[in-house]
């Protein structure tokens, strides 16, 4: 079990959101994947993992290119055992060039409460050092950092 599970609330729609900014501002492809199902199914731009390890394999390559990265999701709509959010994330690559990313996600869970599908339209684009909004130290965002739509983002 991995709560919390269907069918949604919005408190814990949000709740589920929440832990799902958590565990990828931790940027551990091995504790992230445990939060979707063994055969999880995930859409992300032009790849389509499948099961926990092309997914672990994935986050991994991600994390390498995307350096310092910092996410802000945000509860979009829920409905019984989905959730659509809407996200942002800074980083910055190899050569110090720094990107904004804005994304929406839908997500679909089993009874458990383990994400099943993962269906991501993502688009980003250059900023500079100095247009960054997301400046937390590594790791969680503070429960006191402005959300995205605080942000006006």
């Known amino acids: 079990m991995r709560p919390p599970a269907p069918p949604f609330t919005r408190e814990s729609a949000t709740e589920k959101v929440r832990l ?9 492809p091995a504790k992230v994947v445990l939060a979707y199902t063994l055969d999880s199914k ?3 731009r032009a790849e389509f993992p499948q099961g926990r390890s092309q997914i ?10 995307e350096l310092d990265y910092r996410l802000i999701k945000e509860l979009w709509a829920f ?4 959730i659509a959010v809407r996200y942002a994330y800074e980083y910055h690559d190899d050569s110090g060039n720094w990107f904004r990313a804005y ?14 599908e993962r269906h ?3 688009n980003e684009h250059p900023i500079a050092e ?9 790791g969680r965002r503070p429960d006191d950092h402005p959300g995205l739509s605080d942000l006006g983002l």
């Open 42 to 44: 995930w859409r992300n």
């Open 56 to 65: 672990e394999e994935f986050l991994t390559r991600k994390w390498a290119r």
């Open 120 to 122: 991501a339209s993502i």
């Open 20 to 28: 799902a900014e958590d565990g990828w501002n931790g940027r551990d």
């Open 103 to 116: 994304g929406n996600e839908n997500w679909e869970f089993d009874a458990d409460g383990y994400m099943a």
């Open 130 to 138: 100095e247009d960054r909004k997301f400046r937390w130290p590594l």
């Open 79 to 82: 409905d019984d055992n989905r």
